[in-house]
């Protein structure tokens, strides 16, 4: 399998080749997620429909919670696709790409061609970074960029020479703009950890540093400033308190987890190559803690201290989501790669029992997701409540069979001693298994999504005249996406009938359990109906037209 591309260029051609086929069919087929793609698609559209590229915005009122890098490029995207989900999800798909790419040149490197081309794969396939790539926020921009400055100081370290202070901060800015102060603090404190690792933390005390903050706040003050001078520094306060300090050291949004949270979160979100952890840290130890120093040695250090970093900061965070250690993903890929890279080439004897283990997880990885999908269509028990079911998704079982597939073809070529070939049916099951999740499963859930469906049972005309719209006791933020206009957030009963009862036009949505009460006395008639995959019950648009 490798030595038909047994060349850069070559590698690089699969990798897009692979990256293509996993994140780019059906990339804009489902509508947008809630909340935050609906969050983020909208903030880029008023920003491109009002012509100001520096405050935020979302149903036209200040948004404070991210910086602008993934809006800017959301409207780039938006001028050359036009407004629609592809668009809006287009920049975290090519920052994938940025990503996949700089892996396999670190991979390189530091374990060898075939380990680069490996650990590619292995990222471009797990489950968590096919998510970022398909997501319309800046988890991916903010992976790309820690991964290029991670790999620019590494290319410095190894040449011995100054460190590259000036590339990293520049780079470091960038991902300061795409989600903030992660991007500069986080990537700082790997190399210091890494460096003091080594026992070179003397490298650090070099003039030259200056450089590398001064070209930081060239590529990130500019539009802080600016936003902060526009906002009274409102925004400002609202960003770095609320959504960096407030997350730290409160639970937001009811996103809490135990101290193994993200233990977890690694397990499932690097599926389905989770399963040769153990190789991977059986290596990754041996060789981190040898005597004898050398490239590769120092390369698992490197990487182990970034995992490291990443996962115990935000395991001391208080706020707690799957997506915040994507940076690491990389990183786990690299290990991951090296490892099965050395088995292959009988460079790294494993106990006899690893990966036979691992063979067997794989394929229960198949069947524990052919047995998800079958519980969540209602099919299997223990089944879930029938407002809760998602019928569709019973006929994508079969996915499931892909993992079991590879994992019996690579147990056969095993028992023939053929690792290559081994290792070619593994990488084309997982693959194969996460493109086809990737590309029907959004698609088969989309149905049972209701803004979309909903607003486009809206007259036609409504931008161009002057109609009221409104959400009681229901709203998602990607029904402003999809109205393209302001939504007007109702609480209270009172309220929404006099909004119903003036002299325009006016469209509200509301559970269908409250449009049942309501609609005594109501003049207004029901539009359409749909269910809400959020909710879990029907949502309906009544008019007053």
């Not at 990293?168 to 300061?176: D, F, K």
């Not at 299997?380 to 409540?385: A, M, N, Q």
């Not at 023939?416 to 290792?423: E, K, T, Y």
């Not at 006099?498 to 049942?516: I, K, R, S």
């Amino acid at each position: 399998m490798l030595q038909r591309f047994d060349h850069r260029g070559g590698h690089l051609s699969l990798l897009c080749l692979v990256w293509a086929i996993v994140c780019l069919p059906n990339l804009g087929a489902p509508s947008l997620w809630d909340v935050d793609e609906g969050n983020n698609s909208e903030a880029a559209y008023e920003m491109r429909e009002s012509g100001m590229f520096i405050v935020p915005t979302f149903d036209y009122e200040m948004r404070v919670d991210k910086p602008a890098l993934l809006y800017w490029l959301q409207v780039a995207a938006y001028s050359q696709f036009g407004v629609n989900e592809f668009s809006a999800r287009l920049p975290s798909a090519l920052a994938a790409l940025c990503a996949i790419f700089l892996t396999y040149e670190l991979g390189r490197r530091t374990f060898g061609s075939a380990a680069g081309l490996i650990s590619g794969l292995i990222l471009t396939s797990a489950a968590l970074f096919c998510a970022s790539a398909r997501f319309a926020n800046p988890d991916a921009l903010l992976d790309a960029f820690t991964l290029l400055t991670l790999f620019v100081f590494w290319r410095g370290y190894r040449a011995n020479g100054p460190l590259p202070f000036a590339s990293a901060g520049a780079i470091s800015g960038l991902g300061m703009l795409a989600k903030g102060p992660v991007g500069l603090v986080l990537p700082c404190a790997v190399s210091i950890l890494f460096l003091a690792w080594q026992r070179q933390l003397w490298r650090l005390f070099d003039r030259r540093l200056i450089w590398g903050v001064l070209t930081f706040i060239l590529v990130a003050a500019p539009w802080y400033t600016w936003v902060g001078i526009e906002t009274k520094g409102e925004w400002l306060a609202g960003f770095f308190w609320k959504h960096n300090v407030g997350r730290a050291l409160s639970v937001m949004e009811n996103h809490r987890g135990l101290f193994f949270y993200y233990a977890i979160v690694i397990l499932v979100g690097f599926a389905p190559w989770s399963v040769f952890f153990a190789p991977a840290t059986w290596n990754a130890l041996t060789d981190a803690r040898a005597a004898a120093g050398g490239r590769e040695r120092d390369a698992v250090r490197f990487l182990v201290c970034w995992i490291l970093v990443y996962v115990a900061f935000f395991t001391l965070v208080q706020t707690k989501l799957p997506n915040y250690i994507l940076p690491i993903y990389p990183a786990v890929a690299l290990l991951t790669g090296r490892a099965i890279d050395r088995w292959r080439a009988g460079l790294a004897p494993l106990p006899a029992w690893m990966m036979p283990v691992s063979l067997t997880c794989l394929g229960l990885v198949g069947i524990g997701v052919s047995a998800g999908l079958l519980i969540a269509a209602g099919i299997l028990p223990p089944s879930v409540p029938t407002h809760r079911q998602l019928p569709a998704l019973g006929t994508l079982a079969v996915i499931g069979t892909l993992p079991v597939l590879a994992a019996i073809s690579g147990a056969l070529f095993l028992r023939r001693d053929s690792r290559n070939a081994a290792l070619g049916a593994i990488v084309c099951g997982c693959v194969l298994f996460t493109a086809a999740l990737a590309t029907f499963g959004p698609v088969a859930v989309d149905r049972y999504k209701a803004p979309k469906a909903l607003s486009a049972a809206l007259p036609g005309d409504e931008v161009s005249r002057d109609v009221r719209i409104g959400a009681y006791e229901y709203f998602q933020p990607s029904l402003v996406f999809y109205c393209h206009r302001e939504v007007t957030r109702i609480s209270k009963e009172a309220d929404a009938r006099l909004f119903l009862q003036g002299p325009l036009p006016a469209y509200l949505f509301l559970p269908a359990d409250v449009w049942e009460s309501f609609r005594t006395g109501s003049p207004a008639r029901e539009v359409a109906r749909h269910h809400d995959l959020y909710d879990g019950c029907d949502i309906v648009l009544i008019t007053n037209e």
